[in-house]
């Protein structure tokens, strides 16, 4: 356990993060935040394209690449291959995201990474693991689609993704868990392996109590909107001003203390009404009551209450809403960073605590290729080499003005 709040569990660990989007940048992340050595390997001469996306994509670099080093270097070119490799005897972890063949084509697929650095823990991931999908190119909403998850968000008929890049995450977070595990296989063993993950495994995983509902239930599942709530009152409310509020009502002494709250004696006096499954039975009579009364209330005075009835409830709250969260402020789980274009934002930390160690901005979200020259340096190559590097394009980034470090967090 981490008693030392000062200390880093991943501390003197160095990887090659070679992902880009969402899902690779997602597990270079985690081990930033953990403590390890990242350098973010982007394209010269322009750097990782998520950079300049623009829609939902404006989000992907700022929030996966803080903690990171960023070196831009031309992997199609021998002296940028040469680089690599140098780097790579130094590492301890290489990871990558690229679609099926590509990395192979650059030379850096495992079985050559592993034949000139068998020390290498490698995470490949894709969007199949081995099978006959393997040579498919998947993308987070297409395996939302093919696992059946977005089957279970929509309401009948409406596939929906999920409202975030939930899959890109998980599988990102997976392939981390297994870079743990084979780090510490190669401290046994002094040797590193291939670790995989992969988007549609990851979609089923989470699938995986649904599948188990279907194979105890003759019927088809009903996606989420449509199932039927083991709970009477489990639904969303409209306040006095029209925001929305999540209630759940989910067994017989909560619904004491609703009414008890509320003033509704007549409810609890209701015999009709005294267990779940008879609320259940006059669900369509009771949800139009509760919802004409919280109609009447505003949103405060519905939470209070709740809070004091010690029910499930939550506002549903808009993204930019949580920039002012009282709980995320008081526990220090946004981090004050410093974006593309000097723009300052709050982003949530990593939700783990370990001991007393508690994941902290150390570095913003790097400029494009702003760590080139100081890596290229550590690497052992000389003022001179690296010049020339620059000169002939094969490097990018770190000699001033745009191509900078964003900041540095203190």
Not at 286 to 299: G, N, S, V, Y
Not at 388 to 394: E, F, I, P
Request: a negative charge; hydrophobic letters at 40%; proline letters at 7%.
């Amino acid at each position: 356990m981490t008693t030392d709040a000062t200390k880093l569990p991943l501390q003197g660990v160095r990887v090659l993060d070679f992902g880009h989007t969402v899902m690779g940048p997602t597990a270079g992340l985690i081990l930033a935040d953990l403590g390890a050595e990242v350098i973010r390997i982007e394209p010269a001469p322009d750097g990782d394209p998520t950079r300049r996306l623009r829609g939902f994509g404006t989000g992907y670099f700022p929030f996966y690449n803080r903690n990171k080093k960023s070196l831009a270097i031309d992997l199609k070119s021998d002296a940028g291959k040469e680089a690599v490799n140098r780097l790579l005897a130094k590492a301890d972890v290489m990871l990558e995201n690229f679609g099926p063949g590509t990395i192979d084509r650059l030379g850096f697929g495992y079985a050559d990474v592993a034949k000139a650095h068998p020390h290498i823990v490698y995470l490949s991931m894709k969007g199949f693991l081995p099978g006959p999908y393997e040579g498919r190119t998947a993308l987070d909403e297409v395996v939302q689609m093919m696992s059946g998850l977005a089957y279970m968000t929509g309401p009948p008929g409406q596939p929906l993704r999920a409202g975030a890049s939930v899959v890109d995450v998980l599988g990102g977070i997976f392939g981390v868990i297994g870079i743990l595990v084979a780090l510490r296989e190669r401290a046994e063993t002094g040797k590193g392996t291939l670790v995989r993950s992969s988007l549609f495994e990851s979609a089923m995983f989470l699938m995986g109590q649904h599948l188990a509902y279907a194979a105890l239930n003759d019927d088809p599942v009903p996606p989420m909107p449509a199932r039927v709530s083991a709970w009477a009152i489990y639904d969303l409310f409209d306040t006095e001003e029209g925001e929305k509020v999540f209630v759940g009502i989910t067994s017989d002494r909560h619904w004491a203390l609703f009414c008890d709250e509320f003033g509704r004696a007549d409810l609890k006096a209701d015999e009709g009404l005294a267990t779940n499954n008879q609320r259940i039975s006059e669900k369509p009579r009771l949800k139009a009551e509760i919802a004409a009364m919280f109609a009447k209330m505003p949103l405060p005075e519905v939470e209070e209450r709740c809070l004091r009835a010690k029910l499930p409830f939550a506002h549903v709250a808009k993204p930019e809403q949580l920039f002012s969260d009282p709980h995320l402020l008081a526990g220090n789980r946004l981090l004050e960073t410093v974006l593309p274009g000097g723009i300052h934002a709050a982003l949530p930390t990593l939700p783990v605590e370990i001991g007393a160690y508690k994941a902290a901005l150390r570095a913003d979200p790097p400029a494009m290729g702003a760590d080139t020259r100081s890596v290229l340096a550590e690497a052992g190559y000389s003022d001179a080499e690296i010049d020339g590097l620059y000169a002939s394009g094969v490097i990018a980034g770190g000699e001033g003005g745009e191509t900078e470090r964003t900041g540095t967090a203190g």
